[in-house]
């Protein structure tokens, strides 16, 4: 099992620019979640999926963030355009209903820097 | 809103004390979770709490959940420097949906 997957793992932008992020979670989870962090505001849920369909989107910040998840294996986070308030580490999280433990399993994060 | 607050923000203590990290919901929830994350690292999941009064221990860690599902503590007996790390509590106030989480205690451990 490879875990949750994120890429890239650093990003560093121009602001105005558009980034995107990519997730893949563990096969056969249904739940796939992003979460971003900062010193100031800790861990935000901004949005989650079940079975690809967008759940709770109500923790984007604002209409240049969106969010994807065409299909079970793959998501994507879109910031555009992106601003210097945005850096931050984003998190993807997956987890399984009724999975052992019920916990969820982070990717590794990207940490997004915009200059 | 919904919102789990954690103290202490950070605690700092010798190699071989104890430490304790609390988290208290204003509402009551439906179970609670912790994780831990190294520095530079992601948060790793380590127990789920769903009965009310519930106590879990893994080793050295013991995990309380209040009569009232509203409160939690993680106690770490003995800290090594492998202690290191922010601990989170995340709560869930429905099944199957979003976890919230506290805004961590970071623990640092002189050896």
């Known amino acids: 099992d490879a875990g949750v997957i994120q890429s890239p793992r650093h990003e560093v932008t121009e602001m105005g620019q558009e980034v995107t992020l990519r997730c893949k979670p563990i096969?056969?989870?249904?739940?796939l979640f992003w979460y971003r962090q900062t010193m100031m505001r800790g861990l935000e849920l901004l949005i989650y999926f079940n079975n690809n369909v967008p759940i709770d989107d109500s923790g984007m910040p604002e209409d240049r963030f969106s969010a994807k998840m065409p299909n079970a294996s793959f998501s994507t986070l879109k910031i555009q355009p992106s601003e210097p308030r945005d850096s931050a580490v984003y998190f993807c999280?997956?987890?399984?209903?009724?999975?052992?433990?019920?916990?969820?399993?982070f990717g590794s994060g990207t940490r997004l820097t915009v200059v | 809103g919904q919102q789990v607050m954690q103290i202490p923000q950070y605690q700092h203590v010798q190699e071989g004390e104890d430490f304790t990290t609390y988290c208290n919901s204003s509402t009551t929830l439906s179970n609670i979770q912790w994780y831990k994350q190294r520095p530079g690292g992601h948060p790793v999941f380590l127990i789920q709490l769903v009965k009310s009064g519930e106590v879990k221990k893994q080793k050295r860690l013991t995990f309380q959940f209040g009569e009232a599902k509203k409160n939690s503590s993680l106690h770490i007996t003995a800290t090594q420097t492998t202690d290191v790390g922010t601990y989170f509590c995340?709560?869930?106030?429905?099944?199957?949906?979003?976890?919230?989480f506290g805004q961590g205690t970071e623990l640092s451990v002189k050896p």
């Open positions: 995340a709560g869930n106030y429905n099944q199957g949906g979003k976890l919230i």
């Open positions: 096969s056969g989870h249904d739940y």
């Open positions: 999280a997956s987890r399984r209903t009724g999975g052992a433990g019920y916990g969820y399993t």
